[in-house]
């Protein structure tokens, strides 16, 4: 199966029919896993009317006050990304109607961390896998 892949960076945007992709920075601080300088992305997408944040492996950053979604998909584990009270604080900046925690369950990260994060966001939570 022959694919158009094209390459984007921080503040690129990608339109494919009537969805539209943007690319935000993803990034640790203070960690060594995510360098700032790599140009990680995380992903806003526009479907609809609704936008969906994919944050992927990041702390909490500070471009974050800068996203707005309606569904957003956090790392919740803490090992290579924030930990569920940061991704809590990242849902009151991003203010989402419904988060969801990854990144956790397979390489790092439990139940209870994503639990514990359904705890503390401030917007319906939905816990997609059992995990671990």
């Not at 140009?39 to 944050?55: K, P």
Request: proline share 5%.
């Amino acid at each position: 199966m022959s694919g158009d892949t094209r390459s984007i960076v921080p503040g690129g945007q990608i339109t494919l029919d009537k969805v539209i992709i943007r690319a935000v920075p993803a990034y640790n601080i203070g960690k060594k896993f995510h360098p700032r300088e790599n140009q990680n992305v995380g992903y806003l997408i526009q479907i609809n009317n609704l936008t969906y944040y994919h944050a992927g492996d990041t702390d909490l950053t500070p471009e974050m006050k800068n996203i707005r979604a309606d569904v957003a998909f956090l790392p919740v584990s803490g090992t290579y990304t924030m930990n569920a009270a940061e991704a809590a604080q990242a849902v009151k900046e991003i203010r989402p109607q419904v988060a969801v925690p990854i990144h956790w369950g397979a390489v790092c990260g439990t139940r209870a961390d994503a639990e514990k994060f359904a705890q503390l966001a401030d917007c319906i939570v939905v816990i997609l896998n059992k995990g671990k």
